[in-house]
C-alpha cells in the first residue's frame, strides 16, 4: 500500500531523492514520513511532515534532508543532500492515518560510500 523508491549507492557528499506513493485504500491519512534502520540499530524517525503543517526532522539529517508532500497526501518525497557514510540504512516510509493506524513501505535500501 505503499511503494517507495529511489535508494542507491552514493559517494559522500552525494544526494538522493526517495520518493513513496501511497494507495488509494489508504484514507484519511494526517502524517507522513521516513524512517530508517542501519544494520544492527533500531529503526527511527528521519523526518515526518503533518496535516498542521508540520515538519520534523532527526537532529543528524538537519539542514541536508527535507521532506514535502503532494497535497493529496498521495506521494511524500525525501531529498537527501551532503549525504554521509552514517546515513546508510534502509529507510522506509510510513503514513499514519487519523485513526493512528500506520502504514509502512518495503523500504529502499540508501548506500553512501566513503
Known amino acids: 500500500q505503499l511503494q517507495a523508491s529511489g535508494g542507491g549507492l552514493v559517494k559522500s557528499g552525494g544526494s538522493l531523492t526517495l520518493s513513496c506513493a501511497a494507495s488509494?485504500?489508504?484514507?484519511?491519512?494526517?502524517?507522513m514520513g521516513w524512517y530508517r534502520q542501519a544494520p544492527g540499530k533500531q529503526r527511527e524517525l528521519v523526518a515526518v511532515?503533518?496535516?498542521?503543517?508540520?515538519?520534523n526532522y532527526a537532529d543528524s539529517v538537519k539542514g541536508r534532508f527535507t521532506i514535502s508532500r503532494d497535497g493529496a497526501w498521495k506521494s511524500v518525497y525525501l531529498q537527501m543532500n551532503s549525504l554521509k557514510p552514517e546515513d546508510t540504512a534502509v529507510y522506509y516510509c510510513n503514513s499514519r492515518t487519523w485513526a493512528l493506524k500506520d502504514f509502512w513501505g518495503q523500504g529502499t535500501l540508501v548506500t553512501v560510500s566513503s
Open positions: 488509494g485504500s489508504i484514507v484519511s491519512i494526517n502524517r
Open positions: 511532515t503533518t496535516s498542521g503543517g508540520n515538519t
